[in-house]
T-cell receptor, first 113, second 114 residues
Framework: RKEVEQDPGPFNVPEGATVAFNCTYS??????FFWYRQDCRKEPKLLMS???SGNEDGRFTAQLNRASQYISLLIRDSKLSDSATYLC??????????????FGKGTSLLVTP | SAVISQKPSRDICQRGTSLTIQCQVD?????MFWYRQQPGQSLTLIAT?????????ESGFVIDKFPISRPNLTFSTLTVSNMSPEDSSIYLC???????????FGSGTRLTVV
């Protein structure tokens, strides 16, 4: 079983729609969680951290469910510019560097006019 | 957050040759990380570059194939040695940011081996 699993999509939604992605992780020792955004042929960029209490940043809301070992990302009022791949990232203890980032393969979102 | 300058941004190389990728950070950082992202795949950690000591490699990656230098706290290089077409990938360096513990990535090196 992969450490971090995401539905690859693509999710095709019209402008203004609300869309949600889930990500599951297998290791209960996972410590920190992030959502990254990666545009085509670009590097990943941090979208938001995910806190146990849930957190919101404008149109974006992230939730963490430790009991079920999943995190979610909700995007409200989708914009064309939200079209990208959204990567779920989980930090695990690592014997080499002390901790390691584990990336999901990403969920593709396409927002259409 | 830290600003990373990575180069080259892309290269096309002959099999059997080597390519060195450079990352320069605008602030001092303890650890720098090197990742590979193969087409349609997630990012995979190659190694962690520590200043003043040998890099630590993840399972499946070895120093002979991916030698790393870390001469100071703002700079690192990754060499892809004796390349084959299977090494065609995007290579990214990364550092840990401040505050929210997010990681910042370089813009990536798109490598094609022919």
């Amino acid at each position: 079983r992969k450490e971090v699993e995401q539905d690859p999509g693509p999710f095709n939604v019209p402008e203004g729609a609300t869309v949600a992605f889930n990500c599951t992780y297998s290791n209960s020792a996972s410590q920190s969680f992030f959502w990254y955004r990666q545009d085509c042929r670009k590097e990943p960029k941090l979208l938001m951290s995910v806190y146990s209490s849930g957190n919101e940043d404008g149109r974006f809301t992230a939730q963490l469910n430790r009991a079920s070992q999943y995190i979610s990302l909700l995007i409200r009022d989708s914009k064309l510019s939200d079209s990208a791949t959204y990567l779920c990232v989980v930090i695990l203890p690592n014997s080499n560097s002390g901790y390691a980032l584990n990336f999901g393969k990403g969920t593709s979102l396409l927002v259409t006019p | 957050s830290a600003v990373i300058s990575q180069k080259p941004s892309r290269d096309i190389c002959q099999r059997g040759t080597s390519l060195t990728i450079q990352c320069q950070v605008d602030s001092q950082v303890t650890m720098m990380f090197w990742y590979r992202q193969q087409p349609g795949q997630s990012l995979t950690l190659i190694a962690t570059a520590n200043q003043g000591s040998e890099a630590t490699y993840e399972s499946g990656f070895v120093i002979d194939k991916f030698p790393i230098s870390r001469p100071n706290l703002t700079f690192s290089t990754l060499t892809v040695s004796n390349m084959s077409p299977e090494d065609s990938s995007i290579y990214l360096c990364s550092v840990l940011g401040q505050g929210n513990y997010g990681y910042t990535f370089g813009s990536g090196t798109r490598l094609t081996v022919v």
